[in-house]
């Protein structure tokens, strides 16, 4: 028998990691010589960083040794630029095999009919019930499986607090008396970023009673019917973003500046203020970035009673309806959710498993996260439920309030553009 040899050949960012002006675009290609035809898989993603790459290579050589027939290449952008050239290659009729998606363009991906139906894989029955509720739609299709469920939370410097004689807030009025102590003494409390940091917190502080008492299914469809206003319920949260901004605990003229997961962790990784506003998933990063900086991620700390953990099923894997090698790309992200890949995955990425079985994270800085996890004091950032694309209007809204823009007026604008994405 032949001897199959294996190459991995990492172009672009990976191979420039140590390099400035990277343009932030990876490659992962497989080669395997055998004796049989190979059929190229082409996946494509927006995890790029090479500790993440890394994780995808062992699946990817995990599944090249049991289908030797298959080889796997992986391209990578980085943040908004990946989505957007997502976008452009479906249109163009030149999509990937298997490529990760969020929310909002999923919601363009379904409507056009160029998503594959999932609902066949072994694997959705290892999904919990939580990630089902989110995956499965009316017609019992299923258009993406998660392989994360990432979390969105406050970052605590424990040794700044600590120096301080400061608390970790467990509610939002604790959490604005130490924001007034720094601020009395200079400092500017909170790490924001443009994106993610304020929108999670407005969502969930808006959503989180439409959770608790169990009305998602009714309020999404009267939002997605156009007869109720998404800023019935996210105005709170938006208010509650723009007191920070008022107070001062936050620096706007910095966060309408401040990259998310890049900007601010370099930011908060100096030392020099208590707290961040980021997703969890960038806590590995932080620790390589700042190894003496001791800290730890938080539940939101936005409610007068307690505090919330905003999450996503997230790292969503979905298939071209066009694919020309259709089976063989269900295989592949067949194998990428087997328990074993999601475990080794989700961890990695300091996330949680999406599966019913699920080992606790190794990444001590999270751990705070989990009781509230499961005490079920959640809310869903990019809920399926919702037809709006939610997590870009939200984006919008807060880089409008950190310019200045008046409240009233980022809601209606906000409100506008949800009734224009509305389904007819």
């Not at 056009?112 to 894989?121: E, K, M, P, T």
């Not at 694997?123 to 989110?134: E, F, K, P, T, W």
């Not at 600590?162 to 970790?168: C, F, R, T, V």
């Not at 509650?240 to 370099?266: E, F, H, N």
């Amino acid at each position: 028998m032949r001897k199959r040899g294996l190459c991995l050949l990492l172009a672009g960012c990976l191979a420039c990691a140590p390099l400035a002006g990277c343009s932030g675009k990876d490659q992962v290609v497989n080669y395997q010589d055998t004796d049989l035809p190979v059929t190229t898989i082409t996946f494509f993603g927006n995890k790029y960083e090479p500790e993440n790459v890394r994780v995808i290579e062992e699946i990817i050589t995990g599944f090249m040794e049991e289908n030797p027939n298959l080889r796997i290449s992986y391209e990578s952008l980085k943040g908004a630029e990946y989505f957007e050239a997502l976008r452009k290659r479906m249109a163009s009729g030149k999509g990937n095999d298997v490529f990760m998606v969020n929310h909002d363009v999923l919601l363009e991906l379904e409507q056009s009919g160029q998503v594959a139906d999932l609902s066949g894989l072994e694997s959705i029955g290892r999904y919990s019930d939580a990630m089902l509720s989110q995956m499965e739609i009316e017609d019992n299709t299923v258009y993406w499986v998660p392989t994360t469920v990432s979390m969105f939370g406050l970052y605590c410097n424990l040794e700044l607090l600590k120096k301080h004689k400061q608390e970790i807030p467990q509610n939002l009025g604790e959490w604005e008396q130490v924001c007034d102590y720094f601020v009395a003494q200079g400092i500017t409390p909170i790490v924001a970023n443009n994106d993610i940091s304020l929108k999670t917190l407005a969502i969930g502080a808006g959503f989180y009673p439409v959770y608790q008492e169990g009305r998602q299914a009714e309020v999404f469809e009267g939002i997605n019917s156009g007869r109720d206003a998404l800023s019935d319920y996210l105005r709170p949260g938006f208010s509650l973003a723009g007191t920070l901004i008022d107070r001062g605990y936050v620096d706007a003229q910095t966060a309408s500046k401040t990259r998310k997961t890049s900007d601010d962790l370099a930011e908060f990784a100096r030392g020099e203020a208590p707290f961040m506003l980021t997703g969890a998933w960038a806590a590995g990063r932080l620790e390589e970035m700042a190894a003496d900086l001791d800290f730890e991620v938080h539940p939101l700390p936005v409610l007068e009673d307690g505090s919330l953990l905003v999450i996503n099923a997230d790292t969503r894997l979905s298939v071209n309806r066009s694919s020309e090698h259709l089976d063989d790309a269900m295989k592949f992200v067949e194998y990428f959710t087997r328990e074993e890949n999601i475990l080794k995955f989700a961890d990695q990425q300091a996330s949680l498993s999406p599966l019913k079985t699920s080992m606790p994270t190794s990444v001590k800085a999270i751990q705070p996260l989990i009781p509230c996890y499961e005490e079920g004091r959640l809310v869903f950032g990019a809920d399926a439920g919702l037809d709006i694309p939610i997590w870009d209007l939200t984006a919008e809204v807060s880089r409008r309030l950190l310019s200045g823009q008046a409240l009233n007026d980022a809601m209606d604008w906000m409100d506008q553009q949800a009734k224009e994405g509305v389904k007819p």
